[in-house]
């Protein structure tokens, strides 16, 4: 069984860098494409970013400029850094993976709540 | 850019059938995801590529998609079915991954 394990710091000051990390495990993550998506308290899902176990990226165009998602397969993992944030990013966010790279995204963490603020 | 549009809430009793429609430019012709969610879970996919259903997903959960329009349909809604419900596309001009709004389903 496929399962996905986010984790990093629940509060983050602004203009600071949000880093999470996602561990993978029941799978090997050098297959298939893992993303990151984020969901503001009360309000809808927002797609991040998602990287192939190659290396190969696409971001969200509104995140591009801040984001950088990243992959160790020696660690099955992989990490979103996010820099310059303010509290228009507080979210949970999750990790997912994604067979084919258009969806749909199959196996899903649990959620890791981030709030920014001083 | 594309837009994914959904009804912010529908209501059905138990028993009856709740169809939550996702609108956007010639949605057709791409293939759309449903995923739902419940109160402080993550979503699961319960419809992929249309109409495919992944195992332990109930017939129930159905379906469609052509025109404008992509439609999910739930037969005969139990209380359990109250949850979110977010419709997903591949949107190759912009952003790969695009969700529309969010329903929230009510069980009267």
């Known amino acids: 069984q496929v399962q996905l394990q986010a984790s990093g710091p629940g509060l983050v000051k602004p203009s600071e860098t949000l880093s999470l990390s996602c561990t993978v495990s029941?799978?090997?993550?050098?297959?298939?494409?893992w993303s990151w998506i984020r969901q503001p308290p009360g309000r809808g899902l927002e797609w991040v970013g998602y990287?192939?176990?190659?290396?190969?990226?696409k971001y969200n165009p509104s995140l591009k400029s801040r984001l950088t998602i990243s992959v160790d397969t020696s660690k099955n993992q992989f990490s979103l850094n996010l820099n310059s944030v303010t509290a228009a990013d507080t979210a949970v966010y999750y990790c997912?993976?994604?067979?084919?790279?258009?969806?749909?995204?199959?196996?899903w963490g649990q959620g890791t709540l981030v709030t920014v603020s001083s | 850019s594309f837009v994914l549009t959904q009804p912010p809430s529908v209501s059905v009793a138990p028993g009856e059938t709740a169809r939550i429609s996702c609108g956007g430019n010639?949605?057709?012709?791409?293939?759309v995801h449903w995923y739902q969610q419940r109160p402080g879970q993550a979503p699961v996919v319960i419809i992929y590529?249309?109409?495919g259903r992944p195992s332990g997903i109930p017939e129930r959960f159905s379906g469609s998609n052509s025109g404008n329009t992509a439609t999910l349909t739930i037969s005969r809604v139990e209380a359990g079915d109250e949850a979110d419900y977010y419709c997903?596309?591949?949107?190759?001009?912009?952003?790969?991954?695009?969700f529309g709004g969010g329903t929230r389903l009510t069980v009267l």
């Open positions: 997912a993976r994604d067979r084919e790279g258009g969806g749909p995204f199959d196996y």
């Open positions: 029941g799978d090997p993550i050098n297959s298939y494409y």
């Open positions: 990287i192939y176990y190659s290396g190969a990226t």
């Open positions: 010639n949605v057709g012709s791409r293939s």
């Open positions: 590529y249309n109409s």
């Open positions: 997903q596309v591949w949107d190759t001009s912009r952003d790969p991954q695009l």
